[in-house]
């Protein structure tokens, strides 16, 4: 475990930390870092003081164009494990480190929903419940395990351990990622580029994105994946909800090339009352809540990465802002 950040900074006053959201009250990070820090001093969008005393940026959406705005920031830190939501504003600066959170328990909760995800259609538990509230006792289909082929698109630090967990229960699991990916765990077979793309489709009962989201992943789940896939294929969405295009989505359930979908994310959040995607028995949607990082391990977290770039050094953490993740 790294030490505590030290009482003195590269300067005489404590470090002055921005909480920046336009959907979130980010207000609710302040006693994880005063927890560290007493002396911390906290700011928000509506009340950030002199913008050049601001030192870090703690972020989920932040309002467009104000990063551009601090012109003594050291550090933006997202508050998850993507940071697509901040180079996405094109006033952000390039020459600010921008870190993603890392936390062992991310994996686990990733892992546990995916795996939950897969079991819950794989084992026909949405037609268990209808028929419970029903009273009615009636067997589906027992498909085994190893007999049902999952493919994890994306095999980042998530995804290998979405995979690891579903290889684990005895699903026969693939993974696809941009460039090669050696020494996966034993039980995942690897796949990269785009010409490993329709190889790992073709044999997905269940495909799970958990892609990064840059300008070409954006739209994954569409009609092209779709048709690729086998027919009644399942599809889970744990990354961002642009992967999503939910009129190609719709489409596909209604043709019967998709047999089910459990969507984590959306590509309106929260997603409005009246969509369709609500009112489908084919269609589970859950309100982004995969895995959640505490309090602390953002603040511990931030305060690390902000020591680290004072010391001239790069947090290990930080994400390529030419790939954008």
Known sequence: MSAPFPPAMASDRPPRIALLSRVLDMRYLAPAFQALRPDIEWRT??????PARIDAAVCWLPPAGLLGTLPNLRLIQSIGAGVDHIYADPAVPRQVPVCRVSEAGMSAGMSSYVAWAVINHHRHFPDYVRNCAAGIWRESPIVPPSEHRVAIAG????????????AALGYRVSGWSRTPKPGLPPGITGHHG????????????????LLPLTDETRGFLGAATFAQLPRGAHVVNAGRGEHLDADALLAALDSGQLAYATLDATP????P????????????VTPHIATRTPAAAIARQTLENLR??????????CADADLGY
Do not use: F, Y
């Not at 969008?45 to 002199?50: I, N, T």
């Open 268 to 271: 309106r959040e929260p997603l």
């Open 273 to 284: 009352p009246g969509h369709a995607l609500w009112r489908r028995r084919d269609v589970l």
């Open 308 to 317: 680290t770039v004072l010391e001239g050094r790069r947090p290990d953490t």
């Open 194 to 209: 785009a010409d490993g793309l329709p190889a790992l489709l073709a044999e997905a009962d269940t495909l799970v994105c």
């Open 155 to 166: 095999l980042g630090r998530l995804g290998l351990a979405a995979a690891s967990a579903l």
């Open 45 to 50: 969008a509506d009340d950030l003081g002199d």
